[in-house]
């Protein structure tokens, strides 16, 4: 029997494997508050990363531009509708970007606009994370910011989803091919 990591490395021999000694590919998601959109793609990408086998060579984090709820879990809303996807999200808790996570995330992916504005405003000279913004990866969505749901009913929850997942996976499959 071949071990799954041997096939792994003879089916994608560009991919790290978990054991590799290479330092993990970091990646950022922020958006407002930090309880509706960014961990929704925390938590979606999460997965991704896991079924794609790259634990440990992927990590992955989420962050608000603003304080308003640090210590806080998701919006329940949030929560729900991802649950009803298979992402749990009722384990993460609200935290805010800082200038030092441009040194600790290799990237950096706004929600919309008005956060990269913020974070472009924050990013040290010598920071080392790029910045984005997330839906440049989902070139099935036509639009540029992912809104936010939040004074919104479940119907904007769903949408956000949608796009998050599209853009998850053009993410996933850009660091694919530019980082690993």
Same mark, same amino acid.
């Given at each position: ?18 054991? =590799? ?16 959109? =960014? ?12 079924? @794609? ?22 919006? =329940? ?6 649950? @009803?996807?298979?992402? @749990? ?21 706004? !929600? ?50 949608? !796009? ?14 530019? !980082?690993?």
């Amino acid at each position: 029997m071949v071990p799954a990591k041997l096939i792994r490395e003879i089916a994608m021999p560009h991919v790290k494997t978990a054991d =590799s000694t290479s330092k993990p590919i970091r990646v950022l998601f922020v958006c407002t508050g930090n309880i509706c959109r =960014s961990p929704t793609a925390e938590g979606v990408f999460r997965r991704l990363v896991a079924e @794609a086998g790259l634990e440990g060579v992927i990590e992955v984090d989420s962050a608000g531009t603003h304080d308003y709820h640090v210590g806080e879990a998701p919006d =329940s809303r949030t929560i729900a509708a991802a649950r @009803a996807r298979g992402v @749990a999200l009722d384990h993460l808790r609200g935290r805010q970007a800082t200038p030092a996570d441009f040194r600790t995330f290799d990237l950096v992916v706004a !929600m919309d606009r008005g956060h990269r504005r913020i974070l472009y405003g924050m990013r040290p000279t010598d920071a080392r994370g790029e910045l984005a913004l997330f839906l440049d990866f989902a070139p099935d969505v036509p639009m540029a910011d992912v809104p936010d749901p939040y004074f919104g009913g479940p119907e904007g929850f769903e949408q956000v989803l949608d !796009m998050i997942e599209s853009g998850a996976r053009g993410l996933l499959d850009h660091i694919r091919k530019t !980082m690993l």
